[in-house]
């Protein structure tokens, strides 16, 4: 008899319209290779040699303000730029191999860091609630602005050294683009298709369905639900969705920002709970696209998508290798199993409260 | 003026129909993030605890044989097997939300380990070109085993402990599985839609617009090709290309396997010479799936995969993590930089020769 819980098996990720390959048996697999390196003192609340804290000098020479809230500047490093120059336009009538071949586009845009808060040891799960609410607000305006000249936004924040994330300071980052990217792409076709075929959005109908199950829901309340989801890749992957139509976030209500800064909180504490660390992850926003043609954004629905390395341990992590880039991503515990572990932690941070 | 050495931009990768980001000018940043673990001993040619040596005992109780060339046997931790039993089947006529959004399918299959020497301290480049053609021969005769049965066989290595690899002794893996992932369904597609618009071969066609246009080959012989793609997204990403017309690895006469060989260790030497390392990489080979009804595979052609994730020295690797989890890879220095760099080194190796 097939179970869920001990046989391998194949689940699909309508979002990117691919597979994962859940092999549950093999959490038994012992562990002979990298161990991630462990912070080992706690950081100062202030450091004079961080690039990020108030009053202090950037590399670029810049001065950061003696900032109290959060803090946005531009990248010193940024990987795009709004004055890069235009690529010279390709002959459509050119059939010549090179031509079919090798295809550059252009790619402007502008790279920012917003420091979450003037504390350098305080990453999200030690924000109080305001100090959340005012991380929301800030990215909020940033969309406002960003969004007149761009068509995507990417609000994104590398949590960790194993994450390559190169300063402690607790901060995010927005990169934006003249361009659609690739994960965006995709979801934006995934979600049209389902759309057109059952006359419903994707995600709203997945988080309802998923808050009935309550198999998979790590926390929720009422506006949001974080779960791992079905085709979740890494082991504890998690998607944050809200339980209303909501295409971007600059569109909440006050309460679903007191919300969302709540979720975010018990999320985060959750984490760094489950092996005792403060638990690395890549995180980020995607919502409707900012089309510049009055194309219909009604197939989108606002998500977080939380990608974190860990697998066992504190120091071990999955690796994403071989199989998982040639042939199609693998994971060893299963959603559910994941979901289970991360609903049974406290909500009371092992080291902050 | 539009400069591709400064200015960012994208690249499309027309086997993954997905775009690349490119920003060269991003390559000053200066790095203070993890610094990855460098193997300080060098190994003994034969290691009493270590799994895969010759007479060893397995974590499973098994013992390897006296073997002298390569060996090969069955995963202790196999994430596929092949008595998995089949998935209720689902009902096509019920439209439930979750008949809808929860998807499954089956997935058998068996995983097997190949050391490629007795030799705990001989990887790829340190082995002779007749121990590199054995491995071939190895691979060869997997490959006419496992696809009686498989539709996919996934031939691959993790090669040093940045890229999830638990055994310093030299070996690959070979996943076989009763269906097509993701990554071999994507090249598929795409491959099949260039054959037939265009009427030619889309790798076949790309080898020989590198080979006459130099610039991103690292190596080249007779028969074969290795060049930095012009939409690599790691910074020394290679693919290996034959420069026939050649669907699968089984299909090689005499010289082409003895010319891979002298392919393989050049350009493994020449990773290892880069920074003066064991060179870390996942790699592996994509060739015509097992299909068992008899469509067309004209569209296919063999090649392998080289994806290593360091960056500018032994202990710096690139993070492919927020912005290209949630949006789009992203690389500094351009192809053809990597490919300059990797060309002018020498192909004897600096510790083994
Ligand atoms: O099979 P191994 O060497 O134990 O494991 C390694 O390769 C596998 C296949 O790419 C991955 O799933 C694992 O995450 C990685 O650690
Ligand atoms: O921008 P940072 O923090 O310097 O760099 C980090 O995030 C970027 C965006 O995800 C990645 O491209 C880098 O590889 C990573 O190290």
Redesign the pocket.
């Known amino acids: 008899m097939f179970d869920f819980k001990e046989h391998s098996h194949r689940r699909y990720n309508p979002l990117l319209e691919q597979w994962v390959l859940v092999s549950p048996h093999r959490s038994k697999r012992p562990w002979s290779g990298q161990n991630e390196k462990q912070p080992t003192e706690s950081l100062p609340e202030y450091d004079k040699g961080c690039f990020l804290c108030p009053g202090n000098e950037r590399i670029s020479g810049d001065k950061n303000p003696d900032y109290t809230g959060t803090y946005v500047f531009q990248?010193d490093?940024s990987?795009l730029l709004p004055q890069t120059p235009s690529l010279p336009v390709s002959d459509d009538t050119d059939s010549s191999l090179q031509n079919r071949l090798l295809k550059a586009q252009n790619a402007r845009g502008i790279?920012k860091v917003i420091c979450f808060s003037p504390k350098h040891n305080c990453p999200m799960p030690a924000l109080s609630i305001e100090e959340i609410e005012n991380v929301i607000t800030t990215w909020q305006s940033e969309l406002k602005l960003l969004s007149q000249d761009y068509l995507w936004v990417q609000i994104?924040e590398?949590k960790g050294e194993a994450m390559?994330?190169?300063?402690p300071h607790p901060h995010g980052?927005i990169w934006a683009n003249d361009f659609l990217p690739n994960e965006l792409h995709k979801e934006n076709v995934a979600l049209k298709k389902y759309h057109d075929e059952n006359g419903s959005n994707l995600l709203l109908d997945y988080a309802l369905l998923e808050s009935s199950l309550k198999e998979r829901v790590v926390v929720e309340n009422e506006d949001w639900i974080v779960v791992t989801p079905y085709w979740a890749s890494w082991p504890f992957e998690t998607l944050l969705l809200p339980k209303q139509p909501l295409f971007r976030l600059e569109e909440m209500t006050h309460r679903q920002s007191h919300h969302l800064a709540k979720i975010l909180k018990s999320l985060t504490v959750k984490y760094d709970n489950l092996f005792e660390t403060s638990f690395p992850y890549?995180m980020g926003w995607h919502f409707a696209p900012y089309f510049k043609d009055n194309r219909s954004i009604e197939h989108w629905q606002l998500h977080a998508h939380f990608y974190p390395p860990l697998l066992r341990s504190a120091s071990v992590k999955k690796f994403m290798v071989g199989y998982e880039m040639l042939a199609e991503a693998q994971r060893d515990l299963t959603p559910e199993q994941a979901a289970h572990k991360l609903r049974d932690l406290s909500e009371k941070h092992y080291l902050f409260d």
């Open positions: 990248n490093f990987a790279s994104f590398n390559g994330c190169s300063q980052q890549s």
